[in-house]
């Protein structure tokens, strides 16, 4: 067999290639992450994006900020838990971290079902006199070891997906209380469009959590800034807090301070 001596030819190889490996990678781990390709592959960052916008646009892969995760069927699917907890692991760490030191004795919270409040109630093994209610198994899950909190489920059916729980029995259960803080996470935010997420039924008990806490606290990594998902739970002035990273949009920060609304920054 004769090899081309022709660059472009070689160059197209070599993409085609690249990409064949990067769909082995998504389907091996339901996500990639833009700069460790860049590193793998020795090739720039526009490279990759480059490469993932081809990948989206054959219905294989559906870019996020700083990444990509896989498609299911050729739709771009709603990430499980799992994919999700692969994505921005220091960054839900860091912002966990603060927004545990948000709660205090006495306090009655909600934590929403979700990756970054998962990290939440990891951070609150030496919390003392706390009522924590949640609709997230893996949330109630980690608060097995915080022996200084009390846990309530919202009970329902459950979303495998998401390993949270909705329906009519879980709203009921949010009606006959009232809670200081709810920490709630978001597949999506956008100024106009307000806070969303991927399904009906958990964006409408996110609104009844809303409606039952003094104080709405996002807690979001960067990537979910300047998007938007099929179901909004509220308009973004409805905020209270917003603490995530720094590496949020500068035209997103700006717009939320303009609204009065308090944004918190961690470090990455």
Not at 101 to 107: D, F, S, V, W, Y
Not at 148 to 155: A, D, F, K, N, S
Not at 161 to 169: A, I, P, R, T, V
Not at 182 to 200: C, K, P, Q, W
Request: charged share 25%.
């Amino acid at each position: 067999m004769q090899h081309s001596d022709n660059p472009m030819e070689k160059s197209v190889a070599a993409t085609s290639e690249r990409r064949e490996q990067i769909i082995q990678k998504l389907r091996q781990h339901g996500s990639v992450q833009v700069n460790d390709l860049a590193t793998l592959y020795g090739v720039s960052t526009v490279t990759i994006r480059n490469d993932l916008a081809f990948l989206e646009k054959q219905g294989i892969a559906v870019r996020v900020y700083g990444g990509a995760l896989i498609c299911d069927n050729g739709t771009a699917a709603e990430p499980s838990v799992k994919d999700k907890s692969a994505l921005n692991v220091s960054a839900k760490r860091s912002i966990a971290s603060v927004a545990a030191e948000l709660i205090k004795p006495g306090h009655r919270v909600i934590l929403d079902s979700g990756t970054t409040t998962f990290e939440i109630a990891r951070h609150m093994r030496q919390h003392q006199d706390v009522i924590a209610m949640t609709n997230g198994m893996n949330v109630a899950n980690a608060l097995v070891e915080a022996e200084g909190v009390e846990v309530l489920m919202t009970g329902g059916h459950l979303r495998r997906q998401s390993l949270s729980f909705y329906g009519d029995q879980a709203d009921q259960s949010l009606q006959n209380y009232h809670f200081d803080l709810l920490f709630l996470g978001v597949d999506a935010i956008d100024l106009e469009r307000g806070i969303s997420t991927h399904n009906e039924d958990e964006a409408r008990l996110n609104r009844r959590m809303c409606e039952v806490a003094e104080r709405i606290i996002v807690v979001t990594d960067s990537s979910k800034f300047n998007r938007s998902s099929l179901h909004k739970i509220i308009d973004t002035q409805r905020i209270h807090m917003i603490i995530t990273d720094d590496s949020i949009p500068q035209n997103s920060l700006e717009g939320l301070r303009k609204a009065g609304i308090d944004v918190v920054l961690v470090s990455q």
